[in-house]
């Protein structure tokens, strides 16, 4: 029986309210949250702090679920969390996956770059949001 995917994403925030992005060295080399496919036996929740940890190097605590998102074409669920830093160490790139890494101010933020990525950072952002469930469609890039 196979399973089905599951991914999660981290939205941590700095000092300076500027978001933490990696950018990738596949696909469409685009600037997106650290996260990615949960293991085996994996939660969600440690999938965002493993995922972090290696893109990043950073240890994160999960503060809370801002959304869930599925994805019909891929039948996947991503969900995404608030996550502060556990210490105080600037990010450092993995260089298996991501070439760099760095934190941008929100209305700044890089280019190539996906409509679902700006979506979980606004919604990880508005407090007051009650819909916390989403469905994804075939995502828009800016490049």
Not at 14 to 24: A, F, P, Q, Y
Not at 95 to 101: F, G, L, P, R, W
Request: charged letters at 25%.
């Amino acid at each position: 029986m196979s399973r089905k995917p599951v991914g999660a994403a981290a939205v941590i925030m700095d000092s300076e309210g500027r978001v933490l992005l990696v950018k990738h060295n596949y696909g469409k080399y685009n600037w997106e949250l650290p996260g990615g496919l949960s293991e085996q036996n994996e939660s969600a929740e440690n999938t965002a702090k493993r995922e972090v940890l290696e893109e990043t190097g950073l240890e994160v605590s999960v503060e809370r679920l801002t959304g869930v998102y599925y994805e019909a074409v891929h039948d996947m669920h991503h969900f995404v969390f608030t996550c502060k830093l556990d210490g105080n160490q600037p990010p450092q790139p993995d260089e298996k996956e991501v070439t760099d890494c760095k934190y941008w101010a929100i209305d700044h933020l890089p280019k190539p770059i996906s409509d679902f990525t700006i979506a979980r950072i606004q919604d990880a952002l508005n407090m007051d949001g009650n819909r916390l469930f989403h469905l994804i469609g075939t995502r828009q890039w800016f490049e």
